[in-house]
């Protein structure tokens, strides 16, 4: 029986894509500054942004709603992610890198760590991690 623990499952942890989502946090961060404090932060943003497009690491993303609906199940739809939460999401990019490595260096210059954010790192995988599993499972991987 092959080993099944998720980190044995691949010949590497490195994806073969080089597409990388990073998932800011905290959409809570600006609630108790002033305008004038807000609004530098978000220069700082828009600088890193605008450096990761000329160097032509950014692909796609953006801000997203802070509010939203979160699905259950097919027949339970509760309001979520909680606008203020520090695990809500409060935008994405799509960045290139030639490892995850690289993509948490380019991470490190998100300026919303400096201010309470957090980034999540994840590859974009050519398919999902699930069915590896079930080719190795059943067997099925050459």
């Known amino acids: 029986m092959p080993n099944l623990e998720p980190s044995k499952m691949f010949m590497s942890t490195e994806a073969a894509t080089s597409e990388y989502i990073l998932l800011f946090r905290n959409t809570g961060w600006h609630k108790e500054l002033s305008a004038e404090e807000i609004e530098p932060r978000m220069a700082q943003f828009t600088a890193w942004f605008e450096k990761l497009s000329k160097e032509g ?7 997203l709603a802070h509010q939203g609906k979160r699905l259950i199940s097919k027949s339970t739809v509760i309001d979520g992610p909680f606008a203020e939460s520090k695990e809500a999401i409060a935008g994405f990019f799509v960045i290139l890198a030639g490892s995850l490595a690289e993509a948490v260096e380019i991470a490190k210059g998100c300026p919303g760590l400096d201010f309470g954010q957090t ?19 059943s067997g099925r991987v050459h």
């Open 119 to 137: 980034v999540d790192v994840r590859a974009i995988t050519p398919e999902p991690e699930e069915l590896m599993f079930a080719r190795i499972k």
């Open 57 to 63: 690491r950014f692909k796609h993303g953006g801000p």
